[in-house]
Each structure stands twice: as structure tokens, then as C-alpha cells.
């Protein structure tokens, strides 16, 4: 068991403190992270007036295999060339036409920690597509422009992506993964997807599919006074899904579609109890079906969870971490094994929302049956058995209510294969107490 997060920033802070005192320099970990930039809406709407004028000049959409996808990919491509930035164009083939993702790459930072952001470039045939999803298009766009303005050099990795055909189901994103090897799957440390910000009677939803990223929004928003809900019909609705299927930790931001906005929800956000989006998938999603206040707000929480979970010198995660990174192999076929931790110092029970982080390097993970067991025995059952789940490795931060288990004392994370031929090891397992 490592020291906790907290016991870190406190040897760290220590550390600098006699380093102070002795005329020392504060070591990296001891100063905070960078404060994002605020993101010009300003900018986010010339973008979106851009795409609007592409879509006019190609059709009135900017589909995929439509003239209007391909203009809208090389509007986006040539701004980020002239700011530095290393992108690749991705082709594929669906419904009979070519499609197109656009990758960038800003220079620098851990390539082995990759925080990539994301939003689907294409609309649907019948119109523009401004807010659905010209508008995360357009912010992830800027926010870009913001790292290449700032000179922003993090620790970790930055990758932005522009997907393509993603009205006709989820299909470049889905590309970009499935011919993603694993290693290189498993360098990012988080995807955050942005499809439909700046809807014109919004609501405020983060994804709630991974704590951490969760929480990096929610606490924006909390700062400003603006309460949010979790986004409910996300999980499979957008390009995140192919990422969250093979491990990779997400989140993002939504304000809404063609779901009627209730009356409790117009009381905390105002607006009316009518469609979120009355033009979802319409002609009319045009340059004037945006809110500008919601477009800035999550312009700017998108820049904040940038800055804040590509940072190496963020403040340490809050809670107290246990956590256990001795490989553990395990038999193919054979008797389940454990890796353990020894909780101590936490006062009373654990939480409702244990943050149980599992990396399990395994072929055709669906072989493996993964437990947490707490230190009275109950087991808690994170991933079952599956024989159709052919991905690999499992690479997942699961919340479980233990708030009926004594935080104190022996927890394991247990794992048995089901099935013959495909084996691994357990990397590691960790507790995260809030
Ligand atoms: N599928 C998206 C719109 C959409 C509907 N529900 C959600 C939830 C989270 C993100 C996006 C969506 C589209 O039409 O592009
Ligand atoms: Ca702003
Ligand atoms: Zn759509
Ligand atoms: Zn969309």
C-alpha cells in the first residue's frame, strides 16, 4: 500500500516548505496546476457562423459522403495546422461513401498519458447541424486554438479529434478505436466527448460514466452557481461509447435534444418546459438554435477539465488512496486470485460511491468474473463473466455503495477465468475513500 494522495501532498508541501526555509525551489508537485484560459464565445460562434456558411455553400448540411462534411473537416484541419498543431485525416467507408475523422495532435507532453477531447463534425442530412453538433465541434475547435494561444505545455498529452458519420451510428469514432491497438488504447487516460452545448432551452448534464471526470465538471459548474444533473440517456448516444467499451475512462457534457424540459428543471435553469432542442435533427438547427450562455459555459468547463486532468501538477486527487500494483497472474481456467489492500484510518463506513479502480491486463477479457470483496466477506460483483466480450484487458474505475462495510480492514479484488486459452495478470487495484 502506497502512501494516500493526501499523505503525498502533505511529505510534498512538507518537503517544500524546508526546501523554502533552506532557499530551496517548491517542487513541481507542490505548486498548483495552470488556470485554464477563459474560452471566447465570441470565437466559438464565428466558428459555428463558418460552419454555418460551409453547410449554405455545400447543400444546406454538412453530412457525411455530402461535400458539406469534407469542406466543414478541412475548415477545422487548416486552423489547427496554422496553430502548430499535428493533425491526421482518418478515411474509412460506411453506407457506401467515404467518411472522414480528423486527429490533432498538440507537441509535447507524456505520449503515454493521452487526455483526449472529441466531437462528431458531422449533421444529420436535413439541415446545418449548429448545435447538434456544430456546437461541440466548434468548442472543442477554440479550445484547442486556447492550448496553441497559450503555449500550453502539460505534462501529459493532448489529442483533440473531429469524428465523421457519427449520425449514421457512432461509426468514425468507432473506427478510430477498433483500429486503435491496445497499447495505445491504453495510454488514454481520458476521453471527453461533446455532442450538443449549446442547445437553445439547455440543461446543464455531465456524464457520469467515470468519478473523476465527473467530478472535474461538476465542481466547474459548482463554481459557478449552476447546478447540474447526470446525463441520463447518454450511455451508447454519442462518441464516447466506443471508448467507455474498451476501458478507457470518459465524460463530457450535454444540454439536451428533443426531451421536454420539466418543470423542476426550469426552475433551476430557466427556460421552458418545451423541448430542449425543438430543432433537434431539423432544418431549422441553424446558427440561431444556440444559447450563448450555455455555449460559454461549457466552452470554459471544457477548458477547465482540459487544463485540470492533463496536469501532472493538478492537486492530488482528493481522498485517500490504497492501492496494490504487484502483478498478480492469473491461472487460465483455473482458481480465482486476489490482490489486496489494508484499509486504515478511515473513520466508520465506507461510502455510498467507493471508487474501486481495477487494471487488469487480460485477452478476450470476458473470460474473467471480477469481485470486490470487503473486509467482512461481501462480495460485490464489478464485471461478470461473458462470452461474447472479446476486448481486451480491464481498465476501469467502478463505483460501488459500501456504505454498509466498515472502511477499516482487508479488502481484495478477486478475479477468476472462466475460460480456457487467453490468460493475464492483475496490474493493479485501488480504493479511493472521497
Ligand atoms: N445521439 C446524439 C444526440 C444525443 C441524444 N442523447 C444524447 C446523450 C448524450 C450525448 C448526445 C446525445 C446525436 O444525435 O448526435
Ligand atoms: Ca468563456
Ligand atoms: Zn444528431
Ligand atoms: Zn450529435
Request: net charge negative; charged share 15%.
Amino acid at each position: 500500500m502506497r502512501h494516500s494522495a493526501r499523505q503525498r501532498a502533505l511529505i510534498v508541501a512538507g518537503a517544500a516548505l524546508a526546501g523554502l526555509l533552506a532557499g530551496a525551489v517548491p517542487t513541481a508537485s507542490a505548486q498548483q496546476a495552470a488556470a485554464a484560459p477563459d474560452i471566447p464565445v465570441a470565437n466559438v460562434k464565428q466558428h459555428l457562423a463558418d460552419l454555418q456558411s460551409i453547410a449554405t455553400a455545400n447543400g444546406g448540411n454538412r453530412a457525411h459522403g455530402r461535400a458539406g462534411y469534407r469542406a466543414s473537416l478541412d475548415f477545422v484541419k487548416a486552423k489547427l495546422d496554422a496553430a502548430g498543431y499535428t493533425t491526421t485525416i482518418q478515411q474509412f467507408t460506411s453506407s457506401g461513401a467515404t467518411g472522414y475523422n480528423l486527429i490533432a495532435d498538440w507537441p509535447g507532453g507524456d505520449t503515454s498519458q493521452i487526455v483526449m477531447a472529441g466531437a462528431h463534425l458531422d449533421s444529420v442530412t436535413s439541415g446545418p447541424g449548429i448545435n447538434d453538433n456544430g456546437s461541440g465541434s466548434a468548442a472543442v475547435l477554440e479550445n484547442a486554438l486556447a492550448v496553441a494561444r497559450a503555449g500550453y505545455q502539460p505534462d501529459k498529452h493532448l489529442r483533440f479529434a473531429w469524428w465523421g458519420a457519427e449520425e449514421l451510428g457512432l461509426v468514425g469514432s468507432r473506427y478510430y478505436v477498433n483500429n486503435l491497438p491496445s497499447a495505445e488504447r491504453a495510454k488514454i487516460s481520458a476521453y471527453l466527448n461533446f455532442d450538443m452545448i449549446g442547445s437553445p432551452n439547455p440543461g446543464y448534464f455531465v456524464y457520469d460514466d467515470d468519478p473523476a471526470i465527473e467530478k472535474t465538471f461538476k465542481d466547474y459548474f459548482a463554481g459557478l452557481g449552476v447546478p447540474t444533473e447526470i446525463e441520463t440517456e447518454g450511455d451508447g448516444r454519442s462518441d464516447h461509447a466506443s471508448f467507455k467499451n474498451v476501458g478507457i475512462p470518459v465524460g463530457g457534457l450535454f444540454t439536451g435534444a428533443s426531451r421536454t424540459k420539466t418543470s423542476a428543471q426550469v426552475q433551476k435553469w430557466g427556460g421552458t418546459t418545451t423541448s430542449f432542442d425543438r430543432c433537434y435533427h431539423s432544418s431549422c438547427d441553424t446558427t440561431s438554435n444556440i444559447n450563448d450562455t450555455a455555449l460559454d459555459r461549457n466552452s470554459d468547463a471544457i477548458a477547465h477539465a482540459i487544463w485540470t486532468l492533463s496536469s501532472g501538477t493538478t492537486n492530488p486527487p482528493t481522498g485517500t488512496v490504497f492501492e496494490n500494483t504487484a502483478d498478480v497472474t492469473i491461472p487460465d481456467y483455473g482458481a480465482a486470485v486476489t490482490s489486496s489492500v489494508n484499509v486504515t484510518g478511515i473513520p466508520g463506513n465506507a461510502p455510498s460511491d467507493l471508487a474501486v479502480g481495477v487494471d487488469i491486463v487480460h485477452t478476450w477479457r470476458g473470460d474473467l468474473v471480477v469481485d470486490l470483496v470487503a473486509p467482512d466477506g461481501t462480495v460485490y460483483n464489478l464485471k461478470p463473466y461473458s462470452s461474447s466480450d472479446s476486448a481486451d484487458n480491464v481498465k476501469a474505475t467502478y463505483t460501488v455503495n459500501a456504505s454498509s462495510e466498515t472502511a477499516n480492514g482487508t479488502w481484495s479484488l478477486r478475479v477468476q477465468d472462466r475460460a480456457r486459452y487467453d490468460t493475464g495478470y492483475i496490474n493493479s487495484f485501488k480504493l479511493t475513500f472521497p
